[in-house]
C-alpha cells in the first residue's frame, strides 16, 4: 500500500519537481520529498506554528563524546582527525569512556601517538577527558553512554561519535552550519554515517547524496522492538531531512538535549533495540531528528570487520553469563514498558520516572509519527515520505527552556500596558537608587563614625541632652496650654451658667406678661356684657306688652 502511494506520488510530481529536488529510491520507486515545508504542519489549523529558531552565540564550545570497547587504535584516530581537521579545535572539549583490559592500547594513547607525530607533542591532551572501566565489567554501549554524558559541562553543542570514526577538515563549522539550517533549535542531527570509502583523496566528500533513515525491520509479533533496517539514501539532497529516526552513530545538537534527555544506565546489554527508545526520549522532550544534507556529510563511520576486534558479550566472564540473560530480559521488557509494547517475564522498573518523563510530546503522538503500533504489526509503516514537524502538546515545557518563544502566537499589548510597565520599571530602577544612595550614606556615616570617634559620642551627648531639655520645654508649654484651656473653658461655663439664668428670668416674666393679658381682656369686655344684657331685658319687655298673644317657636 505505501509502496503503491509512493510511486504515484512520485509519478504526479515527477514533471513539476526541478532536477535538483531531494529524493531516494526506496524499493522500486522513487520518493519526492520536500524539506523547504518540513517545518509546516500537516494540519491547516496548525498551519502558522513553527518550532523555535536557531540560537547561536558568537562564541561557543562543542562536547564530543565518544564510548570504545577494547578499541583503542581506531579512538586514538577518531580524536586525532576531531582536533587536526576542527576550525576550532581549542574550543573542543572530548569525553571517553574506555573499556578496556590491562594489555590494551588506550584511546588516549593512540591519539597522543599521532598528536606527537604530528604536532611534535600531545596537543590538546588537558581538554580530553577519560572514564576509564575494565572491559570485563562492561554491560554494553547504552549503559557507557550513561556515563559518557556525565562528562557534558557547559558547552553549548554536544556530539556523539562511534570509536571508529572520523570528520572532514572544518566539521565543527559546517555541522553548526548545517544545524542552524534546521531552522529548529531543537534540532538533533542524527543518522547513520556513509563509510570511509566515500571521502575523496582530498578529504571532500564530492557526491550528492547523503544518508537517511527511515524504515524499521518487519516485525513478526508484538513483542520485537522496532530495529532500523539501516541506510537509505537521498539524491540530490540539499537540505537537512527531517527524520523519525535518532541514529547511533552521529547525534549533534545543543547540549541542553543531553541534559534533559538522559540516557538509562539500567539498560544493562542492551545493543538492538536503543535506537527507538532514544528516539522516543528525545522526541516526548520537544526535539526533532534531521538526517543532514550532502553539504553536512562530514562525519563517517569504519564499516570495514576487524578480524582482532572483540565485543562486549564475547569477553563476558562465565559467572557474569549466570545472571546476564535476566538482565538483559529485564532491560529489554524496561524498553517495552516504555515504548508500550507486549512484554512476558521480569521487567526493570527503577527509576523509570526519572529517565522517561518527557511531556512535550505524548507515547501515542510518538507511535503514529515513528510507524509503529502496539495493537497489531500488520499496521506498522515505514516514514520514507516527506514527514511534516509536529507542534507540541505541552509548549510551555520548551517556552520555560527559551525565554521569549512562544509556538502560539502572543496577543500585542495595549500601549496603556507599556506605559503602565515603563512606569513601574521606573518606579522600581528609583527605588533601587534610593535603596543604594541610603546604604552608601549609612556606609558613609559609618566610616565618619570611625574618624572622630569620642568627639562624635560627646555631640551625641549633647543632642540627647538638647532633645531632653526640649522634650521637657514641650511638656510644660502643653501642660501651660492645658491649664489655660481649663480657664477658658470655666470663664465659659460661668457665661452660659449666667445666660441660662437671664433665660429663666425672662420666661417667668413672659408668663406673667400673658397673665396680665388675660386679666385685662376680661375688665374690657365685662362693661359691654353689661349694657348688652340691659338692652335685652328692656326688649324683652316692651314686647311683653304691645305684642299678638302667641306660643313662642323653639327650634332644636
Same mark, same amino acid.
Given at each position: 500500500?505505501?509502496?503503491?502511494?509512493?510511486?504515484?506520488?512520485?509519478?504526479?510530481?515527477?514533471?513539476?519537481?526541478?532536477?535538483?529536488?531531494?529524493?531516494?529510491?526506496?524499493?522500486?520507486?522513487?520518493?519526492?520529498?520536500?524539506?523547504?515545508?518540513?517545518?509546516?504542519?500537516?494540519?491547516?489549523?496548525?498551519?502558522?506554528?513553527?518550532?523555535?529558531?536557531?540560537?547561536?552565540?558568537?562564541?561557543?564550545?562543542?562536547?564530543?563524546?565518544?564510548?570504545?570497547?577494547?578499541?583503542?587504535?581506531?579512538?586514538?584516530?577518531?580524536?586525532?582527525?576531531?582536533?587536526?581537521?576542527?576550525?576550532?579545535?581549542?574550543?573542543?572539549?572530548?569525553?571517553?569512556?574506555?573499556?578496556?583490559?590491562?594489555?590494551?592500547?588506550?584511546?588516549?594513547?593512540?591519539?597522543?601517538?599521532?598528536?606527537?607525530?604530528?604536532?611534535?607533542? %600531545?596537543?590538546?591532551?588537558?581538554?580530553?577527558? *577519560? #572514564?576509564? @572501566?575494565?572491559?570485563?565489567?562492561?554491560? $554494553?554501549?547504552?549503559?557507557? /553512554?550513561?556515563?559518557?554524558?556525565?562528562?557534558?559541562?557547559?558547552?553549548?553543542?554536544?556530539?556523539?561519535?562511534?570509536?571508529?570514526?572520523?570528520?572532514?577538515?572544518?566539521?565543527?563549522?559546517?555541522?553548526?552550519?548545517?544545524?542552524?539550517?534546521?531552522?529548529?533549535?531543537?534540532?538533533?542531527?542524527?543518522?547513520?554515517?556513509?563509510?570511509?570509502?566515500?571521502?575523496?583523496?582530498?578529504?571532500?566528500?564530492?557526491?550528492?547524496?547523503?544518508?537517511?533513515?527511515?524504515?524499521?525491520?518487519?516485525?513478526?509479533?508484538?513483542?520485537?522492538?522496532?530495529?532500523?533496517?539501516?541506510?537509505?539514501?537521498?539524491?540530490?539532497?540539499?537540505?537537512?531531512?527531517?527524520?523519525?529516526?535518532?541514529?547511533?552513530?552521529?547525534?549533534?545538537?545543543? %547540549?541542553?538535549?543531553?541534559?534533559?534527555?538522559? *540516557? #538509562?544506565? @539500567?539498560?544493562?546489554?542492551?545493543?538492538? $533495540?536503543?535506537?527507538?527508545? /532514544?528516539?522516543?526520549?528525545?522526541?516526548?522532550?520537544?526535539?526533532?531528528?534531521?538526517?543532514?544534507?550532502?553539504?553536512?556529510?562530514?562525519?563517517?563511520?569504519?564499516?570495514?570487520?576487524?578480524?582482532?576486534?572483540?565485543?562486549?558479550?564475547?569477553?563476558?566472564?562465565?559467572?557474569?553469563?549466570?545472571?546476564?540473560?535476566?538482565?538483559?530480559?529485564?532491560?529489554?521488557?524496561?524498553?517495552?514498558?516504555?515504548?508500550?509494547?507486549?512484554?512476558?517475564?521480569?521487567?526493570?522498573?527503577?527509576?523509570?520516572?526519572?529517565?522517561?518523563?518527557?511531556?512535550?510530546?505524548?507515547?501515542?503522538?510518538?507511535?503514529?509519527?515513528?510507524?509503529?503500533?502496539?495493537?497489531?504489526?500488520?499496521?506498522?509503516?515505514?516514514?520514507?515520505?516527506?514527514?511534516?514537524?509536529?507542534?507540541?502538546?505541552?509548549?510551555?515545557?520548551?517556552?520555560?527552556?527559551?525565554?521569549?518563544?512562544?509556538?502560539?502566537?502572543?496577543?500585542?499589548?495595549?500601549?496603556?500596558?507599556?506605559?503602565?510597565?515603563?512606569?513601574?520599571?521606573?518606579?522600581?530602577?528609583?527605588?533601587?537608587?534610593?535603596?543604594?544612595?541610603?546604604?552608601?550614606?549609612?556606609?558613609?556615616?559609618?566610616?565618619?563614625?570611625?574618624?572622630?570617634?569620642?568627639?562624635?559620642?560627646?555631640?551625641?551627648?549633647?543632642?540627647?541632652?538638647?532633645?531632653?531639655?526640649?522634650?521637657?520645654?514641650?511638656?510644660?508649654?502643653?501642660?501651660?496650654?492645658?491649664?489655660?484651656?481649663?480657664?477658658?473653658?470655666?470663664?465659659?461655663?460661668?457665661?452660659?451658667?449666667?445666660?441660662?439664668?437671664?433665660?429663666?428670668?425672662?420666661?417667668?416674666?413672659?408668663?406673667?406678661?400673658?397673665?396680665?393679658?388675660?386679666?385685662?381682656?376680661?375688665?374690657?369686655?365685662?362693661?359691654?356684657?353689661?349694657?348688652?344684657?340691659?338692652?335685652?331685658?328692656?326688649?324683652?319687655?316692651?314686647?311683653?306688652?304691645?305684642?299678638?298673644?302667641?306660643?313662642?317657636?323653639?327650634?332644636?
Amino acid at each position: 500500500m505505501h509502496v503503491a502511494l509512493h510511486a504515484v506520488l512520485s509519478l504526479l510530481l515527477a514533471t513539476a519537481a526541478p532536477a535538483a529536488a531531494d529524493q531516494f529510491g526506496y524499493g522500486d520507486t522513487a520518493v519526492i520529498l520536500d524539506p523547504i515545508n518540513q517545518n509546516t504542519p500537516l494540519l491547516f489549523s496548525q498551519k502558522d506554528l513553527r518550532p523555535p529558531p536557531p540560537r547561536i552565540p558568537p562564541v561557543f564550545d562543542i562536547f564530543l563524546g565518544v564510548s570504545a570497547y577494547r578499541d583503542g587504535v581506531r579512538c586514538g584516530f577518531t580524536l586525532f582527525t576531531a582536533f587536526s581537521r576542527a576550525s576550532h579545535p581549542d574550543r573542543l572539549h572530548v569525553g571517553v569512556v574506555d573499556q578496556v583490559l590491562p594489555d590494551d592500547s588506550t584511546c588516549l594513547d593512540e591519539y597522543c601517538n599521532l598528536a606527537t607525530a604530528h604536532w611534535g607533542d %600531545c596537543r590538546y591532551k588537558s581538554q580530553i577527558q *577519560i #572514564d576509564t @572501566h575494565d572491559a570485563l565489567t562492561s554491560t $554494553g554501549p547504552t549503559v557507557a /553512554r550513561h556515563f559518557q554524558q556525565q562528562m557534558i559541562r557547559d558547552e553549548e553543542f554536544c556530539m556523539e561519535l562511534d570509536a571508529h570514526s572520523q570528520v572532514l577538515p572544518q566539521w565543527d563549522t559546517i555541522l553548526v552550519q548545517e544545524w542552524a539550517r534546521t531552522n529548529n533549535e531543537m534540532a538533533v542531527l542524527s543518522t547513520y554515517p556513509v563509510g570511509f570509502d566515500m571521502i575523496s583523496p582530498n578529504l571532500t566528500y564530492p557526491h550528492q547524496s547523503s544518508s537517511h533513515l527511515c524504515d524499521h525491520n518487519k516485525r513478526g509479533q508484538m513483542l520485537e522492538i522496532p530495529i532500523c533496517t539501516g541506510i537509505i539514501n537521498i539524491y540530490y539532497s540539499n537540505m537537512p531531512q527531517l527524520s523519525a529516526y535518532f541514529g547511533g552513530g552521529l547525534s549533534f545538537s545543543k %547540549c541542553h538535549a543531553e541534559k534533559r534527555a538522559p *540516557i #538509562d544506565k @539500567h539498560l544493562k546489554w542492551v545493543f538492538w $533495540g536503543e535506537e527507538a527508545l /532514544r528516539s522516543y526520549v528525545l522526541w516526548s522532550h520537544g526535539y526533532d531528528f534531521y538526517s543532514p544534507s550532502s553539504h553536512g556529510t562530514v562525519v563517517f563511520h569504519n564499516w570495514t570487520t576487524d578480524p582482532n576486534r572483540t565485543h562486549f558479550q564475547n569477553d563476558t566472564p562465565q559467572d557474569v553469563l549466570a545472571r546476564k540473560a535476566k538482565e538483559e530480559e529485564m532491560s529489554y521488557n524496561r524498553i517495552r514498558t516504555v515504548l508500550k509494547l507486549p512484554f512476558e517475564g521480569p521487567v526493570e522498573t527503577m527509576e523509570i520516572p526519572t529517565y522517561y518523563n518527557g511531556s512535550v510530546r505524548t507515547i501515542e503522538e510518538f507511535m503514529e509519527f515513528y510507524g509503529y503500533s502496539n495493537t497489531d504489526v500488520k499496521l506498522d509503516a515505514d516514514r520514507c515520505h516527506q514527514l511534516h514537524w509536529v507542534p507540541f502538546a505541552r509548549p510551555e515545557i520548551v517556552e520555560e527552556l527559551l525565554p521569549g518563544w512562544y509556538m502560539h502566537p502572543q496577543q500585542p499589548q495595549k500601549q496603556d500596558d507599556h506605559l503602565s510597565q515603563d512606569l513601574m520599571a521606573k518606579m522600581e530602577d528609583a527605588k533601587n537608587a534610593l535603596a543604594s544612595l541610603d546604604a552608601k550614606w549609612e556606609h558613609r556615616n559609618n566610616d565618619a563614625s570611625d574618624a572622630i570617634g569620642p568627639a562624635l559620642q560627646k555631640l551625641q551627648d549633647e543632642v540627647k541632652l538638647l532633645e531632653t531639655a526640649r522634650r521637657s520645654a514641650d511638656d510644660e508649654a502643653a501642660q501651660a496650654n492645658r491649664v489655660k484651656e481649663a480657664n477658658q473653658m470655666e470663664t465659659i461655663l460661668e457665661r452660659m451658667e449666667a445666660k441660662d439664668q437671664l433665660l429663666l428670668s425672662m420666661e417667668a416674666q413672659l408668663k406673667q406678661l400673658n397673665e396680665r393679658t388675660m386679666l385685662a381682656s376680661a375688665y374690657e369686655f365685662l362693661p359691654a356684657l353689661v349694657v348688652v344684657a340691659g338692652l335685652g331685658m328692656v326688649a324683652y319687655c316692651v314686647r311683653g306688652r304691645s305684642g299678638p298673644k302667641y306660643e313662642p317657636v323653639i327650634s332644636v
